[in-house]
């Protein structure tokens, strides 16, 4: 895609610090860093999300997930990493070609702090089972 900020960092018009790169996918550092290795990894085909991403693109791009994950993890010994997409504007996308970030942690106080605001009293497990029906019922379509 033309105006992509990550299809141009994959065919070199912007430049990268690329740490991976195969037919399928390509892994750069983040330019706006969480933390020391913070890496993302995108299909080099254009996908704007994880709704529009092939099972095949998928498996490509999750088969080299461990790999990056642990060459993070043997350069920088992090106490651990977060693994994160965000799906559609609302979900904070800001680039709107599939990206994975790998954010390496090194203590509890370094600065990310995901969110989680959960609302267990509003999902009992009668509603639960009315959920996963739902899901169950639209799996492969």
């Known amino acids: ?10 065919d070199g018009t912007i430049p990268s610090k690329k740490v991976y ?14 933390s020391k290795g913070h890496t993302l990894l995108v299909p080099k085909e254009h996908v704007a999300n ?17 790999q990056i994950a642990n060459a993070i993890k043997d350069a920088f010994e992090p106490a651990g ?3 994160l997409n965000n799906n559609g504007a609302v979900a904070n996308q800001s680039v ?6 790998f954010i390496p942690r090194y203590d509890e106080n370094d600065g990310y702090r995901p969110i989680w605001n959960t609302k267990e009293s509003e999902f009992t497990s009668e509603v639960l089972d009315e959920l996963s029906a739902k899901i169950i019922a639209n799996l492969n379509k």
């Open 96 to 101: 709107f070609h599939f990206h994975l970030h």
């Open 50 to 66: 994880v709704f529009d991403m092939s099972s095949e693109t998928a498996a490509k791009l999750f088969s080299v997930a461990p």
């Open 1 to 10: 895609m033309a105006d992509c900020l990550f299809c141009k960092i994959i």
């Open 81 to 83: 990493m977060n693994l």
């Open 21 to 34: 790169e195969d037919e399928f996918v390509f892994a750069f550092m983040d330019v706006s860093p969480l």
